[in-house]
């Protein structure tokens, strides 16, 4: 899975353009694809690079069978439940490309300047010799994507016959008639297939010879386009069964089938929240962590389907509407800072429900079954923070009668002022993160997680009327 979005470098300059001759003077030296990704996976590993920069939670599982089958040279499938990150580490791959590559200039499929393969770059190579220009292409660019969906076609994959060039006047049995389909055109990079198993069958079978052979034929042309890319898949093994399947023969030719799986350390999904959601308010690491225990709450429940799996997607979601309703709060109350409370994830809860799959026996209880789980979640979470520390100042205020009411729409000034001073206050800040540089809003967020895993552990009373919670309530 992923961590904090990794920075970006600058892309360097495109070297300028030049002939063969002169890229051949120059020492430069072709490499196929696959060599060039192991070579470079090979450097990052003896100098300790990150390979997969962004890419947490595989390090002990996922990475090292990725690098061996890069290593070994193989094409892959990536196998794993939705929002498991397959996407994004099949995107990830492309860094381990050079930076720039040469090509010759104009080429459809990106022909290498040394040996083209081509028609045309191979007509021009002829008549041009050491003079045959040559362009540069960015890694970036080395890369392609595409969505396998039931109406793909073998002409969108490999190639048809391009009607506008026979009505140019070339023949059909002319090579140069062919429009190239999207896997010629990513010759000397990598070809990234999202959800293989919803490609037609026989479709399916168009790509046997690109895998074994590395060619492709179409529509009967005596056409030898021997191609070097790096082809990698991915499936959600319920697809085997429920939507379509990888055709045993095409299995048969990826080199590797490596499972991805969802995120086992709390820390690894706090890392995945900070990258992927997009906050627009202050949303604490203890109300992260609320988060991510409430996802892997999900994925252990016997209420919810577990072969349909809970994306990571469903926890960024949650972080997300959270912090929008930390920050519509602020707009209508006037506060002065916009930051998230515990009080803010109930009310985006029904906004979730459409992302997880239940079981058919809870029919009709799926929110209770969210609330039950996310109470759990809280409770781990006040354990894990605040356990052992003396709350007694807290609990002293609701034994003397008082009451504190709290919602998404009360302020954090009106909170602090039903309490009032409470001694231990400190300590919870420290706890959480927060300090004596707390500000009042993150003062509110601390108070209120503290109050509801008091609440959870029986220690004070709560009530919910009408979205408005009243902690000391009898």
């Not at 490309?97 to 290498?112: A, F, M, T, Y």
């Not at 469903?314 to 997300?320: M, Q, S, V």
Request: negative net charge; contains cysteine.
């Amino acid at each position: 899975m992923t961590e904090a979005h990794p920075a970006q470098p600058t892309p360097s300059a495109a070297p300028e353009p030049t002939t063969v001759g002169r890229l051949r003077a120059s020492g430069h030296t072709t490499r196929g694809t696959k060599q060039e990704l192991r070579e470079n996976l090979l450097q990052r590993l003896r100098s300790g690079e990150t390979a997969f920069p962004g890419i947490v939670g595989f390090d002990d599982s996922v990475l090292p069978e990725l690098e061996g089958a890069i290593l070994a040279g193989h094409d892959l499938v990536l196998l794993g439940e939705r929002g498991q990150g397959k996407t994004r580490l099949m995107r990830t791959l492309v860094t381990l490309l050079d930076e720039w590559s040469p090509e010759v200039e104009g080429c459809e499929i990106h022909d290498d300047p040394y040996t083209p393969v081509c028609v045309r770059c191979r007509a021009l190579a002829a008549e041009l010799g050491e003079d045959l220009p040559v362009a540069w292409r960015h890694r970036d660019d080395r890369y392609t994507e595409k969505l396998a969906t039931p109406d793909t076609s073998v002409g969108d994959l490999i190639g048809d016959v391009d009607p506008v060039k026979v009505a140019q006047g070339r023949t059909l049995g002319d090579p140069e008639t062919v429009h190239y389909g999207l896997v010629p055109r990513a010759n000397r990079g990598v070809f990234g297939l999202n959800e293989l198993p919803d490609l037609a069958e026989r479709i399916q079978v168009a790509l046997f010879n690109v895998l074994e052979e590395r060619d492709i034929q179409v529509r009967g042309y005596s056409l030898r386009l021997p191609l070097d890319l790096f082809l990698v898949a991915t499936a959600n093994p319920e697809d085997y069964t429920n939507r379509g399947r990888i055709i045993t023969p095409l299995k048969d030719r990826f080199g590797a089938e490596i499972r991805t799986h969802y995120l086992t350390e709390l820390a690894d999904e706090v890392s995945l929240l900070r990258q992927e959601a997009e906050l627009v308010s202050e949303v604490g690491d203890a109300l992260l962590e609320v988060l991510a225990r409430f996802t892997a709450n999900l994925r252990s429940s016997s209420s919810v389907d577990q072969r349909s799996g809970v994306s990571a997607r469903f926890t960024i979601a949650a972080a997300e509407a959270v912090s929008a309703s930390a920050l519509r709060r602020a707009a209508r109350t006037g506060d002065d800072e916009a930051v998230a409370r515990i009080c803010d994830i109930g009310v985006v809860l029904p906004t979730l429900l459409g992302k997880v799959e239940f079981e058919m026996g809870e029919e009709g209880r799926e929110r209770a079954v969210l609330d039950h789980l996310l109470r759990l979640a809280v409770a781990a979470t006040f354990r894990d923070r605040l356990g052992g520390l003396d709350l007694a100042g807290f609990t002293g205020v609701f034994a003397e009668g008082a009451v504190v009411e709290t919602g998404e729409l009360v302020p954090a000034r009106e909170l602090l002022t039903q309490l009032g001073s409470v001694s231990g206050l400190s300590k919870v800040l420290d706890r959480l993160g927060y300090g004596d540089a707390a500000s009042r809003g993150q003062v509110a967020s601390a108070v209120e997680l503290t109050l509801e895993g008091l609440h959870l552990t029986r220690r004070i009373e709560k009530e919910t009327v009408d979205g408005r919670t009243v902690y000391g309530a009898a």
